[in-house]
């Protein structure tokens, strides 16, 4: 596993989010430990209404760049008309031959395909120049293996101009896909895809970039896979898959193997993973809101949200990898588990004495942005530590005394931005004593309920922070650049008083792993 490590430094904010309020609070910045990973809030904008954070240019920066057909690398001038009917097909020029119920090209130029078909079209080339498809209202179905199989080119353009289905009802150990490419494919145009496999939906065994068009994904294994890279820039994307929704696993080259998400609007469900990556996860910009069996999100290296607007909707453990880094945008996660999960997988050892929990250097980062976690198991789950400086973090954690809605086997540490976590008191964490920003974590009186009204009161009695309950809950950990050093603090629930706590002192009643209380 390839191991890439950022230091990071950051400034702060505070933010609306998950019912949270904080009023009247300004952040400060402050000077991080540079033995730990680094983060700035500096994000520059693109074209395609993204936001670039500096880790997400970094993670991305050390990747293999993906392969991308842009509409100026081909024409329509001279393009060969192919047109499908039943177990046939005719073109109006060279470069195309028919037998067997398939359909073969065997040179570069453009092709503009119609009809319907049994049979297979095949891309079969050894031309250097880009082998262009239109799709303008094709309905192909192959009982045994690819509707489209690209067995053979440089560089593969698919272009939408109808609205077109690909069907395969027979599984093919090689072109596996209903869409198979086992070269660089690039998906654009401005009609619709509708693509049902009994295996993969779409595949590339290079780099498959999705700029634009209305695609619908219907996969008896992973929906939309680019093995080298899997690159979305717009377009929409709905994939219903029995393994994972979006995947990309070249497992030989740490530069590759990683998703891209730029732009489009993506709705995933998945039999497996949401998102899977051998390498790293980037979203930069995008709508995608996905419910997954397994992992809503999950890379193996980086996971860096930068821009665009997530939601994990229904997932085991929300969001998973070594290094996660929330830069800006919003993230919203449910769990039935671990709602954000930093961990290596190799955290864990056992000795006489049961489970020992080890840090493994996993690091969970926000620079920016706006998290909400509402999580069965932890909220956040850190198998090496916690930083924030910045954004907006909700966490909502278990509702039993088992599970916190934080957990880190090494520090949490909170030098700006905001950090609410509610749950419960048997498992409460809060900052270590060396985060540079205030906070207090509070037992009350009671357990309460789900859509209570919570509102924290400095002495004169202003509001400081509010919110609404999703969950039973009797713990609540705040920082937030508003409160005062040992100040006290007054918690009403349902305009009921249910608790005092002192500014970086831990309620008595609760065992957290956080830093010491102050003296």
């Known amino acids: ?8 430094t950051a400034t702060s904010s505070s933010l609306l989010i998950g019912g949270l309020l904080l009023a ?33 240019a970094e993670v991305l920066a050390a990747n293999a760049n993906s392969t991308t057909v842009n509409s100026d690398e081909w024409s329509m001038d001279g393009a060969v008309a192919i047109s499908l009917d039943g177990t046939t097909a005719s073109a109006d020029g060279e470069g195309v031959t028919v037998a067997d119920s398939t359909v073969t090209i065997s040179a570069a130029g453009t092709y503009v395909i119609s009809g319907q078909f049994d049979g297979q079209i095949v891309v079969d080339t050894d031309d250097e120049e880009v082998v262009a498809l239109v799709l303008d209202g094709v309905d192909i179905t192959n009982s045994t293996g690819a509707a489209i199989a690209i067995m053979n080119a440089e560089d593969v353009a698919v272009s939408l101009a109808g609205s077109s289905t690909l069907t395969s009802t027979g599984e093919d150990e090689e ?9 660089d494919l690039t998906i654009s145009g401005d009609g619709s895809l509708t693509v049902n496999s009994v295996n993969d939906g779409i ?17 008896g294994d992973d929906g939309v896979r680019g093995k080298d890279s899997l690159v979305i820039e717009g377009g929409t994307l709905t994939v219903d898959a029995a393994g994972d929704a979006l ?18 609007t993506l709705n995933l469900t998945a039999g497996d993973d949401g ?19 397994d992992d809503g999100l999950k890379s193996e290296v980086n996971l860096v949200v930068s821009g665009g607007a997530t939601a994990v909707n229904g997932s085991y453990e929300g969001v998973e990898s070594y290094y996660i880094t929330v830069e800006d945008g919003t993230l919203g996660v449910e769990a039935t588990d671990d709602g954000i999960n930093a961990t290596s997988g190799t955290s864990t050892t056992t000795d006489i004495g049961g489970v020992v929990e080890e840090d493994d250097g996993a690091m969970f980062a926000v620079t920016g942005g706006e998290i909400t976690v509402s999580a069965e198991g932890d ?3 850190t198998n090496g530590s916690a930083l924030v400086t910045g954004g907006t973090l909700t966490a909502f954690g278990s509702s039993g005394d088992r599970e916190g809605a934080l957990d880190a086997n090494g520090s949490i540490v909170v030098d700006g931005g905001t950090v609410l976590a509610v749950g419960t008191t048997g498992m409460a964490v809060f900052p270590d004593d060396s985060s540079a920003q205030g906070w207090f974590s509070a037992a009350l009186d009671q357990t309460y309920g789900a859509g209570e009204d919570v509102q924290v009161l400095d002495e004169s009695g202003s509001v400081i922070a509010e919110f609404t309950s999703v969950k039973t809950f009797q713990s609540v950990v705040l920082s937030d650049a508003g409160l005062e050093d040992a100040a006290t603090y007054s918690i009403t629930v349902g305009g009921q008083s249910a608790g005092t706590v002192v500014e970086g002192v831990a309620s008595a009643s609760q065992e957290g792993m956080g830093g010491p209380p102050r003296p």
Do not use: W
Request: charged content about 20%.
């Open 275 to 293: 998102m899977q990556a051998q390498t790293d996860l980037v979203i930069t910009g995008g709508e995608t809101a996905l419910v997954a069996e």
């Open 1 to 8: 596993m390839k191991t890439k490590k950022y230091l990071l």
């Open 379 to 381: 909220g956040v789950d």
């Open 24 to 56: 009247g609070c300004a952040s400060t910045a402050a000077t991080t430990d540079t033995s730990s990973p680094v983060v700035t809030t500096e994000t520059t904008a693109d074209t395609s209404g993204s936001t670039m954070g500096v880790v997400a």
């Open 175 to 183: 072109a596996n896909a209903a869409l198979f490419s086992d070269a």
């Open 247 to 264: 995947k990309s696993d070249q497992e030989e080259d740490e530069t590759r193997g990683y998703i891209h998400i730029s732009g489009g």
């Open 203 to 219: 595949t590339s065994h290079d780099d498959l970039v999705i700029l634009s068009g209305n695609i619908a994904v219907t996969a």
